[in-house]
C-alpha cells in the first residue's frame, strides 16, 4: 500500500478522498450505468455455464467483481487494457501478506515490480483522459471515480489531488474486486446451498419481481434489486457470518484508554470483527444461517460492521450490495 493510499491516509485528506469517491459511488449517474454493466458482465459469464459442467463460482465472481470495479472506476471494458491490468494486479496482491524480504525473486519484490506496471498503464490513461478534456467546451459530468479525482480543483483552480495519489488510490481500489465482493457472492451460494427453505424463499421473490417487470415490459433497476427484502437479508446474514473482512488495524495518534485498557501512542490495535458477528451476547445461534433475523434486526448499529464504520467506512458498499443482489436474481431465476 502506498502512503498516499486511502487506506493509509487521514485527516482532511483522506475524508476529502473518502467522500469524492463515496458519493459518486451513490450518484444518480453511475447507478443507472453500473446497474446495466452489471447485468452484463454477470450475464455474458453465466452463458458459457453448460449443462453437467463443474463451475467454480469464485473464479466466476472474481472476473465479473473486477470487470464491474474497472469500469466504475476507470471505464475500462473487456480488451488488453482490462486482461493486463488483472494479470498484473494479481501478481501485485499475492504479496500483500509476505514476508518485508525485497529481493529480485521474492514474492514482495514481484508484488512491487507488478505494482510499478500498474502505476504506469494508469498514468497514460489519466494522460488520454486529460486530453479528452481538451477538447470539451464545457466539462462534461464524470462518467467514472478517476474523471471524480481529476476534475477536483482547489480553490487555485489547480487540480487538488497530485497524480500519484490518484495512482495509488486506483490501485488499491481494485482490491474489492479481487477479494471481498467475490467472496460474498461466493459465500452465499454457499449458506443458501445448505439452508434449501432460505433458497426458496430467495427464488420466490426474485421470480415474482422478474415477472412483474416482463408483464410492465420494464428493465430492472438499482432500486428493484435493492428494495427486495429478503435477498436483502440474505446478503446481510451473508457477511455477518463470512466475515469476509476480517478485522481492521488502527494505529493510537496519541494515549488512549478503553474500558480500562491502556493503549500507548504509536501502538496499533486489530479490532477483530468476528469476535462481534459470531457473538452469542449479540446474535441468538451465531454459527446458524438464518437470514430471518434481520426482519426483526436493523443492520445498522455498532454489532454489525461488515463494511467498516465511521469516515472509515467502505465508500462501495451500496455497490456491493447491488453486485450481489443482481449476481443471486440471475442465478435463481435461470439456474435451479
Given at each position: 500500500m502506498g502512503k498516499s493510499s486511502i487506506l493509509m491516509l487521514s485527516g482532511n485528506l483522506q475524508k476529502k478522498l473518502h467522500g469524492l469517491?463515496?458519493?459518486?459511488?451513490?450518484?444518480p449517474q453511475l447507478?443507472?450505468?453500473?446497474?446495466?454493466?452489471?447485468?452484463?458482465?454477470?450475464l455474458s459469464s453465466m452463458t458459457n455455464w453448460k449443462n453437467d459442467q463443474l463451475v467454480y463460482i469464485q473464479d466466476e465472481t472474481k472476473n465479473i467483481a473486477f470487470h464491474v470495479l474497472l469500469k466504475a472506476l476507470m471505464s475500462l471494458s473487456h480488451g488488453n487494457d482490462m486482461e493486463y491490468l488483472k494479470q498484473?494486479?494479481?501478481?501485485?496482491?499475492?504479496?500483500?501478506?509476505?514476508?518485508?524480504?525485497?529481493?529480485?525473486?521474492?514474492?514482495?519484490y514481484n508484488s512491487l515490480q507488478a505494482k510499478t506496471r500498474m502505476v504506469k498503464m494508469v498514468q497514460r490513461i489519466i494522460e488520454e483522459k486529460r486530453a479528452s478534456y481538451a477538447t470539451c467546451t464545457y466539462p462534461s459530468p464524470p462518467k467514472d471515480v478517476l474523471d471524480v479525482l481529476l476534475q477536483e480543483t482547489n480553490d487555485l483552480a489547480e487540480q487538488?489531488?497530485?497524480?500519484?495519489?490518484?495512482?495509488?488510490?486506483?490501485?488499491?481500489?481494485m482490491i474489492p474486486g479481487e477479494d471481498s465482493v467475490?467472496?460474498?457472492?461466493?459465500?452465499?451460494?454457499?449458506?443458501?446451498?445448505?439452508?434449501?427453505?432460505?433458497?426458496?424463499?430467495?427464488?420466490?421473490?426474485?421470480m415474482k419481481l422478474k415477472k412483474a417487470k416482463e408483464q410492465e415490459k420494464e428493465k430492472l433497476t438499482w432500486s428493484d434489486y435493492t428494495s427486495l427484502p429478503f435477498t436483502q437479508n440474505v446478503i446481510t446474514e451473508t457477511l455477518r457470518m463470512g466475515n469476509i473482512i476480517t478485522g481492521v488495524m488502527r494505529k493510537a495518534l496519541h494515549d488512549v484508554e478503553i474500558k480500562g485498557h491502556f493503549i500507548p501512542k504509536g501502538w496499533c490495535v486489530f479490532t477483530y470483527f468476528r469476535s462481534i458477528?459470531?457473538?452469542?451476547d449479540f446474535y441468538e445461534c451465531p454459527y446458524k444461517f438464518n437470514p430471518w433475523r434481520w426482519q426483526e434486526k436493523d443492520p445498522i448499529?455498532?454489532?454489525?460492521?461488515?463494511?467498516?464504520?465511521?469516515?472509515?467506512?467502505?465508500?462501495?458498499i451500496d455497490m456491493a450490495r447491488l453486485e450481489a443482489s443482481i449476481f443471486l436474481h440471475q442465478l435463481v431465476t435461470q439456474y435451479r
Open positions: 469517491i463515496g458519493g459518486f459511488l451513490k450518484s447507478k443507472e450505468q453500473i446497474t446495466v454493466d452489471i447485468e452484463k458482465y454477470i498484473e494486479f494479481r501478481k501485485f496482491i499475492s504479496g500483500l501478506v509476505s514476508l518485508p524480504v525485497k529481493l529480485p525473486g521474492t514474492r514482495l487538488y489531488f497530485p497524480i500519484d495519489v490518484i495512482c495509488d488510490n486506483m490501485i488499491d481500489l467475490p467472496m460474498l457472492m461466493t459465500l452465499a451460494v454457499k449458506f443458501l446451498t445448505d439452508c434449501p427453505l432460505a433458497l426458496q424463499q430467495l427464488r420466490e421473490e426474485n458477528h459470531l457473538d452469542k448499529g455498532s454489532n454489525f460492521i461488515p463494511f467498516g464504520g465511521g469516515q472509515r467506512l467502505c465508500p462501495g
